[in-house]
């Protein structure tokens, strides 16, 4: 098992920027990922941006160039960095690590609102 804890989400003005911090713990040597997605009022979850741990970040069309996202194996630790915000950008998100083959393990989610 993984455990996740999300933290940094909060209130910002459009433009403006906000770091998300994610932590991981338990089994964290089974993950071979780790990202977010996000959840819009009315909206399904998407993926925002996945970090694997061999190969190149991926990153949702509509926040490529204003987003990052990096690890710190050490720390075990995600996080998001996100810059040029607009208030489309208003979701929870959510940090996730991904297991072989396929397992998810989720973060409870922090409110991010971008607003004036």
């Known amino acids: 098992q993984v455990q996740l804890v999300e933290s940094g989400g909060g209130l910002v003005q459009p433009g403006g920027s906000l770091r998300l911090s994610c932590a991981a713990s338990g089994r964290t040597f089974t993950i071979n990922a780790m990202g977010w997605y996000r959840q819009a009022p009315g909206k399904q979850r998407e993926l925002v941006a996945d970090r694997p741990n061999i190969g190149d970040s991926n990153y949702a069309d509509s926040v490529k160039g204003r987003f990052f996202v990096y690890r710190d194996n050490a720390k075990n630790m995600v996080y998001l960095q996100m810059n040029s915000l607009k208030p489309e950008d208003t979701a929870v998100y959510y940090c996730?690590?991904?297991?072989?083959?396929?397992?998810?393990?989720w973060g409870q989610g922090t409110q991010v609102t971008v607003s004036q």
């Open positions: 996730y690590g991904r297991t072989f083959p396929r397992d998810y393990y």
